[in-house]
């Protein structure tokens, strides 16, 4: 119940298009959902994030949809550029408690020139 | 703002001796800091919750004598994996939660840790 499952496993697209990657989770207490974007060596980087409060949110090209009733939220990057490329995390937590994440699997994308 | 930084980015050590790996808020205070293991090509791995002046809280599996954490102040914590050996090699990550700010962590740039 605690799992957050994250697909698909890896991605390619072309440069211009827009990739989604999607996450489910069944703990229906978690109520913030952030996303992180992690290049080689490096640490995440948070991207944005969601409350279950609102069904979609906007920040440059990169979208969250949130869907409440099937559990589930996606990450929608809008004209990708192979500067995107790299590995796309998304986390679940409650807003009470340690506040711990917990993440998903990873998504490694690729755009391609 | 919130920026996180560790020390050092890069460390390689013989087994059997100690290093230790530095995790500081920049430019806000943080009574909450995480610490993650990531192997490659995998997920984050929570290791423990560290709180400013108490005792942190480990995950199940990660042992606490082996990884000695220290949040002595709102703006530092301290790792440190005892006697290393081989199979402790990975890249250690922490975060920082913003007091205050609810859920939202920080992250730091991460440690490469290399047992010979």
């Known amino acids: 119940q605690q799992q957050v499952k994250q697909s698909p496993q890896s991605l390619i697209v072309q440069k211009g298009g827009i990739p989604i990657i999607n996450c489910a989770y069944e703990?229906?207490?978690?109520?913030?959902f952030p996303w992180y974007q992690q290049f080689p060596g490096k640490g995440p980087a948070l991207l944005i994030a969601?409350?279950?409060?609102?069904s979609e949110k906007k920040e440059g090209r990169f979208t969250i949809s949130f869907n409440k009733s099937a559990k589930q939220f996606s990450l929608h990057i809008m004209d990708s550029q192979p500067g995107d490329s790299a590995t796309y995390f998304c986390a679940a937590s409650t807003s009470s408690g340690t506040y711990k994440y917990i993440f998903g699997t990873g998504t490694r994308l690729k755009v391609l020139a | 703002g919130a920026v996180v930084s560790q020390h050092p980015s890069r460390v390689i050590c013989k087994s059997g001796t100690s290093v230790k790996i530095e995790c500081r808020s920049l430019?806000?205070?943080?009574?909450?800091m995480f610490w993650y293991r990531q192997f490659p090509k995998q997920s984050l791995m929570l290791m423990a919750t560290?709180?400013?002046?108490?005792?942190?809280?480990?995950e199940q599996g990660v042992e606490k004598d082996k990884f000695l954490i220290n949040h002595a102040s709102l703006t530092l914590s301290t790792l440190t994996v005892t006697s290393a050996h081989p199979e402790d090699s990975s890249f250690y990550i922490c975060?920082?939660?913003?007091?205050?700010?609810?859920?939202?962590?920080?992250f730091g740039p991460g440690t490469r840790l290399l047992v010979l």
């Open positions: 560290s709180n400013e002046g108490s005792k942190a809280t480990y």
């Open positions: 703990n229906t207490a978690f109520d913030y």
């Open positions: 969601i409350r279950p409060d609102v």
């Open positions: 430019d806000f205070q943080a009574t909450t």
């Open positions: 975060s920082a939660r913003r007091t205050g700010v609810r859920e939202t962590q920080y």
